[in-house]
C-alpha cells in the first residue's frame, strides 16, 4: 500500500468506527539500520533509513468533552483508551501499547503545548516487535499529529528527544536516539548518517536502482531482548569508565587493548564491538555514497559478526539468514548481509542487486524454513521520508 493508500484507509477506518470524518491525519515510517548497531547510547554513528512502513494516525476534535482524549487502534478498535487531559498525566501499566502515544501527549503538555480533547485512530504497516522500530514510529506520529492539531511546529530535533523522552518514561524503555531522529528526519532516497554526540545528521544519496536493500523479518522475538539492552548499556559505561573516557566514542582500540587486563572479558568484548562499529560506520557510509558495494557489504558482514560475538546480540535465526545470504554472495546478487536493530530476533537487513531480489528472497524464504521450521518474511524497501502530515480525502 502506498502512503496515500494507507492514509485513505485509515480515515475510511475511523469515519466507519467514529461516525465521522477525521480532521487531521499523521503518519512517521519505520526504519531500517544500514549499519552503526548500538552504537546510539554510546555517541557514536548511525546510518539508518526510513522505510516504506508507516504509523497513521487519524483524528478529529472530541464530541464528549473538550479535555478528553480517545485512542484506538485499528487491531483493537473495539476498547479505545481514554486520557483525561484535565488530570495530571501519568504512564498506564507496563506493555500496554497506549504508553507511547500517552508518553509524546506528556511531553507536549509538558512544554505548555495542549491540542484539546480529539479522537483518533491508529493503523501501522510497521511489522509491531520486528526490529523496524514500531514504537517510534507510533511515537513520532502521534508527535506530529499534535504539531497538526496544535498548530505549532517543534524542531526536529526536539520532537525527537520528546519522543526518546516518552519510550524512557513512559514504556520504560532506555533506547537511544536512532529510532525516532530517523522516523522524524529520513528523507527520500538518502540514508541518515547522524553523529549521535553532535546530533548533526548528514544525508547520503541512495538511489541507484541497480542496488536494494531487502528486509527480511526472522518473525521471531526473544523475550530477553529488553533487560539484556540495558544490560550492554551498563556495560558499555562500565567499559568508558575503565578507559578513562567519557563515552565509548572517544575510545581507541589501542586504548581499549592496552586496557584489556583491567577489564572483564565480556566488557572488554562489548567495548570492542562498539568501538569497531563506530568506526565501520561512516567507512560504509562514505562507501556507499561512492557506490562501491562491495566493500560497504563486507563492512555489512563484519558489523553483524562483531554483534553476534562480542555484542552478544544476534540469536539462531538471524545467523540463519545471514549464512544463507552470505552462501549466495556477489555470484548469487548479495554484497552483505546483517541483523538490523536491537537484536534477539527481528530483522536483518541485505544490500542486494535489484534484478537478484526475487531469486534471494526464494532461497532465504525455502533454506531459513528448512532450518527452523519458521517462514520469514521480506521485502524491499527505497529510503522514504520522514514523518508527515497528509490531507483527509473529502
Ligand atoms: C533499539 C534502540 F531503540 C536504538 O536506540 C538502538 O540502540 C538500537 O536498538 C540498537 O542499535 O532499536
Known sequence: MTLTELSNFTAAEFS???????????????????????????????LPMAIERYTVIAAAPATKGVSRVELRSSEKAGQPVMIDLSKPMKPFAKGIWANYPAGVLAGFLARGISPGGFDALIHSTV?????????????????????????????????????????????????????????????????LLLDCRSRKPEMVPMRDPSVALLVTNTNVKHELGSGEYAKRRAQCEAAAKILGVASLRDATSAALEKARARMDDVVFRRARHVIGEIERTPRAARLLGDSDWSAAGQLMYASHFSLRDDYEVSCAELDAVVEIAQALGAPGGVYGCRMTGGGFGGCTVALVKTDAVDAISKKIGADYHQRTGIEATTFVSRPAAGATVLKPVA
Open 16 to 46: 466507519r468506527i467514529c461516525g465521522r470524518s477525521p480532521r487531521w491525519i499523521a503518519a512517521a515510517p519505520g526504519r531500517v539500520n544500514v549499519i552503526g548497531e548500538h552504537t546510539d547510547y554510546n555517541d557514536g554513528f548511525v
Open 127 to 191: 511489522p509491531l516487535g520486528g526490529g523496524l522500530s514500531s514504537s517510534a514510529a507510533l511515537e513520532v506520529a502521534t508527535a506530529t499529529l499534535l504539531e497538526a492539531i496544535t498548530g505549532r511546529t517543534l524542531d526536529p530535533v526536539d520532537k525527537a528527544l520528546l519522543c526518546q523522552q516518552a519510550e524512557h518514561q513512559y514504556a520504560g524503555v532506555p533506547c537511544g536516539i536512532m529510532d525516532q531522529f530517523i522516523s522524524v528526519m529520513g528523507r527520500k532516497d538518502h540514508l
